[in-house]
């Protein structure tokens, strides 16, 4: 069964600050994403980044990076020059590849507050 | 394109009623997940559908509760009869058919919150 630990319930970071969010994840699949979720006060899950398990250069989106170590499977978030925006759940997601589109399974999630 | 709709956006019951979330996945989409967030709980897939054949139900806590997807551009999500544990918020998402690497995004509606008391 596929599983995902966030080990870090809250977090917090000044504005222009870097942070980085932990994510661990377990599953049986040779082919598999990985996302990060981030759920502002609107509760829109809103995709940040993602990354396909069978790369292994780490994906970046503008000021949000992964780093991805495949074999101690840790899919780690980092925010660079965080602004007041960012401020939200973020919550670390797996999902096995197997020919079609297959469930999300998320971590419980960390609560990431920007201080100005 | 208006992205995933769902209707209500709030909901509140009366413990023993029926109660009915819809949704509207993007035009186009080959897949529509249900999703119900929780704080003991998380977020946990209840149903999904490819095609409006549902493929995997085992999320779907009871016999109480039940989903159809009638076409491609409609899905329900009943509670017959409503309890108190049932309150959370419920998502739907949906998505493409992956032809290649990230093409599967799922894209998520704003959810339910159902509160029922």
């Known amino acids: 069964a596929q599983t995902v630990t966030q080990s870090q319930p809250e977090m917090s970071v000044q504005e222009a600050e870097t942070v980085t969010l932990s994510c661990t994840y377990d599953?049986?699949?040779?082919?598999?994403?990985l996302f990060w979720y981030k759920q502002p006060p609107s509760r829109q899950m809103i995709l940040v980044i993602r990354?396909?398990?069978?790369?292994?250069q780490n994906a970046t989106e503008n000021r949000f990076s992964v780093n991805f170590q495949k074999a101690a499977k840790s899919f780690s978030l980092k925010i660079s020059d965080s602004q007041l925006g960012d401020a939200a759940m973020y919550f670390c997601?797996?999902?096995?590849?197997?020919?079609?589109?297959?469930?999300?399974?998320f971590g419980k999630g960390t609560k990431l507050t920007v201080n100005p | 394109d208006a992205g995933v709709i769902q209707s209500p956006r709030h909901e509140v019951t009366e413990m023993g009623q029926e109660v009915t979330l819809r949704c509207k996945p993007i035009s186009g989409h080959d897949y529509l997940f249900w999703y119900r967030q929780t704080m003991m709980r998380g977020l946990e897939l209840l149903i999904y559908?490819?095609?409006?054949?549902?493929?995997?139900d085992s999320g779907m806590p009871e016999d109480r509760f039940s989903a159809k997807m009638p076409n491609a551009s409609f899905s329900t999500l009943k509670i017959q009869p409503s309890e108190p544990r049932d309150s959370a918020v419920y998502f739907c998402?949906?998505?493409?058919?992956?032809?290649?690497?990230?093409?599967?995004?799922?894209?998520f509606g704003p959810g339910t919150r159902l509160t029922v008391l």
């Open positions: 559908f490819n095609n409006n054949v549902p493929i995997d």
């Open positions: 990354q396909e398990a069978y790369k292994q």
């Open positions: 998402a949906s998505s493409l058919q992956p032809d290649r690497p990230g093409t599967d995004t799922q894209y």
């Open positions: 599953t049986s699949e040779s082919d598999y994403y």
């Open positions: 997601a797996s999902q096995n590849y197997q020919g079609g589109s297959e469930k999300l399974v």
